[in-house]
C-alpha cells in the first residue's frame, strides 16, 4: 500500500484553511472540489450565525494536503488564513 493510500484509508481530515467571510469558505470550496478534492466545510453555519465569533474551516483528507495547499496559495487575499496543519 502507497503512502498516499494509507493517509486515505485513515480517513483523517485536516484543515487547511479558515475564513471569516463564508462567501470566500464556498468559493475555496468549489475550487478544490473542481480539481478534484474532497472537502468539507467545519463551522460553516456557526460562522454565518456570528462571523465574528466563529471561522469555517476548510478540511481536506491528508492525503490531499498538498495539493489543496498549493491551490490555496494561488488564491491571494480570499484566504483569511492558512493552517499550519495542526488542528485546535
Do not use: Y
Request: negative net charge.
Amino acid at each position: 500500500m502507497t503512502e498516499r493510500e494509507e493517509h486515505e484509508a485513515s480517513g483523517r481530515m485536516v484543515t487547511v484553511a479558515r475564513f471569516l467571510e463564508p462567501v470566500n469558505a464556498q468559493m475555496a470550496k468549489g475550487m478544490l472540489e473542481a480539481a478534484g478534492i474532497e472537502c468539507f466545510l467545519q463551522g460553516e453555519q456557526a460562522n454565518s450565525l456570528l462571523a465574528m465569533a466563529f471561522r469555517a474551516r476548510l478540511q481536506v483528507n491528508e492525503a490531499d494536503e498538498a495539493a489543496a495547499r498549493k491551490l490555496l496559495a494561488g488564491t491571494g487575499d480570499e484566504v483569511d488564513e492558512v493552517t499550519d496543519g495542526e488542528d485546535e
